[in-house]
């Protein structure tokens, strides 16, 4: 464990010290598209290794707001910062460029879309390290890149393959591969596990909570799946139009909902007793507020 | 960078059985279509080998004769073989849309994608820009040019190219803006990669399948618009061999009922537009089916 | 009688795949019953469902009978099929963007299919209407006259779900109805779904991933797995005593909100693709139970006390 802590500090080149410690302070993010505010004065807080939900709808704003935090996107107001930081606003230069993507990553939703199909997944991980690495010798990363596969659980079958030869669930290894190589201290899941299978679902979800546990890297975990949200993260925040309607510890927020919505949502989570009658309750309670 | 060659490399290792045995797969129509491209550049290529006269060699003691052992096509009014005229042809037949199709694919897609990758305003104004160049009728450009150069392949040729570029650079654009927002693209980004970089090694490489189908279809376009140009005889100036001013010397040739020197140059146009038309249908095809 | 029995349906393609794409199965829908074709990607549950529209991939091979009252889908010729669509089996698909034409207006599409059978304009439309006020569409006269384009998505398949229904069919095939949905709407369009199932005492074939959405929903559930039906019981049954090893594996990796919920255990390994075809039981190589003879011996369907598995071990008590 020990070792293996120091080879990653050596080829990444960052200061694990400094890994623990840094929270992800986002306040009052806004954004809008045209006259439709997509996100609306969203805050929350990422304490350092720690996983946060945000869960929503599509139109909730969830997607917008991660693009933001992660530099795809630039919020018109508010602030996003690391360990006080500030990401925000566009980076100056190749320096900050990097130093930024080294803090914060990124898994996506389709394991289809997110590998270039030109580039095999050795020179897709090995990419990554010569960007961010101090040490640019080949034997060096060489040795990262097996590292890293083998903490996704990828061999050498896998390495030198297309991912046209993979299937969505080693895909998606790959991808979270990629992230870790850039040596992040947060990483964005944008429902990375809804597109697999149930039973690969399973497998990533296990894997991802693995990772964690090992390395200490903070979750910013966007997914429309209660379910799934409830076995990965600590916190929660619940997003409806753009804005925060609830937030809190997952379990006392899925236990306990204090906002309609989030009743909705729970209630339409299907299962063995099932209840229409109960979620159309549910519905009228939120209408009742939101008309109000 | 030795990752960077050794993946450039293994298609092109991979590729020539693998690639004639694609080609096989793809129909017998797509497989003639590229023999008679094939056979055609050939004829170019080796023209004063296989003509068996010299396609500018006068016999006026013998004009408008019929096909013969002697001439296989017959000869034109001044007794050239039309046969040799007809090979000698090919070469400025396929130069002048080369060059056309080179040019304006590099100007197309260099234009086209700063404007997918910059958007905003430089989007705009390379959009606007394009579409006013498109908006200029190509023939009247062509004249223009011939009036500012001279007669002969130059003219027609800037012409032409400046009429095709924005007609790539719109396609590309489109493509482009595509491919940019796939996920594989953005997860580069927040790699940190440079958007040069992104550019060139990530996102030229999967858009030039399409643009290349294009591109060819261009070809048989090119060839047809250049050889309507010679035909007006704004083009390739007589005597030079070419089929465009073949065609316009054989309409007398057709009064006095010798169809040969006017229908033998027809004739190549039509299979080498038709052939182009089918190979650039046949590599979208293909690009279609390998995004599936 | 069934309303729908598929009878040792199989379906192979002619090249390019190592294994049938369905392989020997068998299943009945009665009337006013919903049943459930569950199975992860690749196990064939989709091409199952849309063979009983007489949908079978092309240049394959098929044996075996697909039975909608007394005919054999199988063997109709193009005018019976379209009777077969027209008035008895409609379909529901994944994605309601991709089933509308988004060039006409939402009347058209809900009265072609009347139209077409001779149905009276004014009667047509009076129908579509109808329908549109049963599937909680308010001011039906209205959105008779939009475009796809002005409605969500969960609007859009409440008005597929009405054309489904504008032959009163006996049969409703329901192909991942609401995986393109957001959970609220889901819960909406499954609601609406098992209502006017009940009301017009409707059959339907539900297939889907999820298997809590199968619970929530289905009467009797068929689990697929590479091709074969595995385990078939009633939903009570299957959530509460799984016989077969993967339906087991499948609820245990699926992620449960309950509070005191254990949480997902994934199965090893991956689901076998159609370039592979393993001896013996296609789930041996990841099943936890599996023995020598697993891996030789392909377990059939065998009937048990309020259903059926296909598993060999599965007397042994080894899921107690």
């Known amino acids: 464990m020990k070792a293996e802590s120091k080879t990653e500090a050596a080829a990444i080149g960052t200061e694990p010290a400094a890994v623990a410690g840094e929270t992800l302070e986002v306040r009052g993010l806004c954004r809008s598209f045209g006259d439709h505010k997509a996100v609306d004065d969203v805050s929350f807080t990422l304490p350092p290794g720690g996983s946060l939900g945000i869960v929503g709808e599509s139109g909730s704003g969830k997607t917008t707001t991660i693009r933001m935090v992660v530099g795809l996107d630039t919020p018109d107001a508010g602030s996003i910062a690391l360990g006080g930081r500030e990401r925000g606003r566009k980076p100056r230069g190749r320096a900050e460029r990097l130093a930024r993507a080294r803090e ?101 979800l296990d894997l991802l909570g693995r990772i964690r546990r090992e390395q200490g890297i903070g979750y910013l975990f966007v997914s429309h799946d209660l379910a799934v949200v409830r076995h990965i993260t600590d916190d929660v925040v619940v997003l409806r139009n753009g804005r925060v309607v609830e937030e809190g510890r997952t379990t006392d927020v899925l236990s306990r909902p204090q906002h309609p919505y989030t009743r909705l949502l729970i209630d339409s989570v299907p299962g063995p007793g099932w209840d229409p009658d109960r979620i159309a309750e549910s519905r009228r309670a939120l209408a009742a507020v939101e008309g109000g | 960078m030795t990752a960077a060659t050794a993946t450039a490399a293994a298609p092109t290792r991979r590729g020539a059985t693998a690639r004639l045995r694609g080609i096989a797969a793809q129909g017998p129509l797509f497989t003639g279509a590229v023999v008679v491209l094939v056979l055609l550049t050939l004829m170019a290529i080796f023209a004063p080998l296989i003509a068996p006269y010299d396609p500018n060699a006068i016999d006026l003691g013998n004009s408008l004769a019929g096909s013969s052992a002697d001439h296989l096509l017959g000869t034109d009014q001044s007794g ?160 030079t061999a070419d089929w465009g001013t073949m065609v316009n010397e054989g309409q007398s040739a057709i009064m006095k009922d010798a169809f040969m020197p006017g229908l033998a140059p027809c004739f190549a146009i039509i299979v080498a537009v038709v052939a182009f038309g089918i190979v650039g249908e046949g590599i979208s095809d293909r690009v279609a089916k390998r995004e599936k | 009688m069934a309303l729908l029995e598929i009878d040792n349906l199989s379906i192979a393609l002619a090249k390019g795949a190592a294994r049938p794409i369905l392989d020997e199965i068998s299943l009945t829908v009665e009337a006013g019953e919903v049943v459930g074709l569950v199975g992860e990607s690749g196990s064939g549950k989709s091409v199952a469902c849309r063979t009983v529209l007489g949908l079978t991939p092309e240049h394959a091979k098929t044996g075996g009978e697909v039975r909608v009252g007394d005919n054999d889908v199988l063997s109709m010729d193009r005018a ?127 297939v889907t991933h999820d298997l809590e959405l199968a619970a929530a929903i289905c009467h009797r559930v068929y689990v697929m797995y590479a091709g074969r039906i595995v385990e078939t019981r009633t939903a009570e049954q299957l959530f509460a005593a799984p016989r077969h090893p993967y339906t087991a594996g499948l609820l245990a990796s699926t992620p449960s909100l309950e509070e005191d919920a254990e949480p997902p255990r994934p199965i090893p390994g991956r689901p076998v693709s159609l370039a592979e075809n393993p001896p013996g039981c296609a789930f041996a190589a990841r099943c936890a139970f599996a023995e020598d003879r697993c891996r030789v011996e392909t377990p059939v369907l065998k009937a048990d006390d309020g259903g059926a598995v296909a598993c060999l071990r599965a007397d042994e008590g080894i899921l107690a």
């Open chain 2, 80 to 239: 050239r073989d039309v046969l040799s005229r007809l090979i000698f042809g090919a070469r400025t037949g396929l130069l002048g849309p080369l060059l056309v199709v080179v040019i304006s694919t590099v100007i197309g897609i260099a234009l086209g994608i700063v404007a997918a990758w910059r958007g905003g305003w430089v989007d705009s104004f390379l959009s606007r820009t394009m579409d006013a160049m498109f908006a200029f009728p190509a023939m009247l450009l062509a004249i223009l040019c011939v009036a500012m150069f001279d007669a002969g392949l130059t003219a027609p040729v800037i012409a032409m190219t400046v009429a095709y570029s924005p007609y790539v650079g719109r396609y590309v654009r489109s493509v482009a803006v595509q491919e940019k927002a796939r996920p594989y693209i953005e997860s580069y980004r927040v790699q940190g990669w440079s958007g040069w970089v992104i550019c060139t090694k990530h996102l030229l490489p999967n858009i030039v399948p399409s643009v290349l189908a294009q591109s060819t279809i261009n070809f048989g376009y090119a060839l047809m618009e250049l050889a309507g140009l010679s035909f007006l005889g704004f083009g390739v100036q007589p005597p």
């Open chain 3, 80 to 206: 019976a099929l379209k009777q077969l669509r027209a008035k008895q089996v409609a379909m529901v698909f994944q994605d309601p963007r991709a089933s509308v034409n988004p060039m006409r207006r939402v009347g058209d599409f809900l009265t072609e299919g009347m139209r077409a059978a001779g149905v009276s304009k004014e009667k047509a439309y009076a129908r579509a209407e109808e329908l549109l006020t049963e599937v909680g569409i308010r001011d039906p006269k209205g959105a008779l006259k939009r475009f796809p384009h002005q409605f969500s998505g969960g609007m859009l398949q409440r008005v597929v779900i009405a054309a489904a229904l504008t032959g009163d069919p006996s049969l409703l095939l329901a192909d991942e109805p609401t995986t393109a949905l957001d959970v609220t709407t889901q819960a909406e369009v499954i609601g609406i779904l098992r209502r006017l199932q009940a009301e017009h005492g409707t059959g339907m074939l539900f």
């Open chain 1, 104 to 204: 914060i990553q990124m898994v996506f939703q389709d394991p289809y879309l997110s590998l270039d199909p030109r580039i095999t997944v050795r020179d897709c991980i090995d990419e990554v390290l010569r960007l961010h690495g101090d040490h640019a010798d080949k034997a060096g990363r060489d040795a990262r890149v097996e590292e890293l596969l083998d903490q996704v659980g990828l061999g050498e079958r896998e390495a030198g393959a297309l991912p046209k030869r993979l299937s969505g669930g080693q895909r998606q290894r790959v991808a979270i591969a990629r992230a870790l190589a850039a040596g992040p201290r947060v990483l964005i899941l944008d429902e990375a596990v809804a597109a697999l299978d149930v039973s690969i679902q399973a497998q990533i």
